[in-house]
């Protein structure tokens, strides 16, 4: 009898995922990444845009400022970085990566 073992990676779950634009990766191995968020304001219902800036893990190094790229949640790596690059959706323009 052979029993054949078969690896399965077990799901990460539900996890929170946001795409924005690199403003910043002066950082080792970090990046800021800054998110939109358009919603009707709660008085006047004008639509206006909020920003949020997050701190992302990039363990390559690979964004840069003016990408766009999406973050998925994770565990806390630091004081403030509690999310991780997930892909570089879109290059800046003008930038050799």
């Keep these: 009898m052979t029993e054949t073992t078969e690896k ?3 799901p990460r779950g539900h996890r929170k995922e946001r795409t924005g ?3 910043s990766n002066k950082m080792a191995k970090t990046i800021v990444v800054s998110v ?3 919603f009707a304001h709660p008085r006047f219902r004008k ?3 909020g ?5 992302a893990h990039d363990e ?7 990408d766009r790229v999406r973050i998925q949640e994770t565990r806390p790596m630091s004081k403030t970085k509690r999310w991780r690059l997930i892909q ?7 930038s050799a990566n």
């Excluded at 920003?51 to 701190?55: E, T």
């Excluded at 390559?60 to 003016?66: D, F, L």
């Excluded at 570089?88 to 003008?94: E, L, S």
């Design 36 to 38: 939109e968020r358009r």
């Design 8 to 10: 399965t990676v077990a």
């Design 60 to 66: 390559k190094n690979e964004a840069r400022v003016g």
């Design 21 to 23: 634009k690199v403003v």
């Design 47 to 49: 639509v206006v845009s």
């Design 88 to 94: 570089v959706v879109q290059a800046a323009k003008g």
């Design 51 to 55: 920003y949020r800036k997050f701190y």
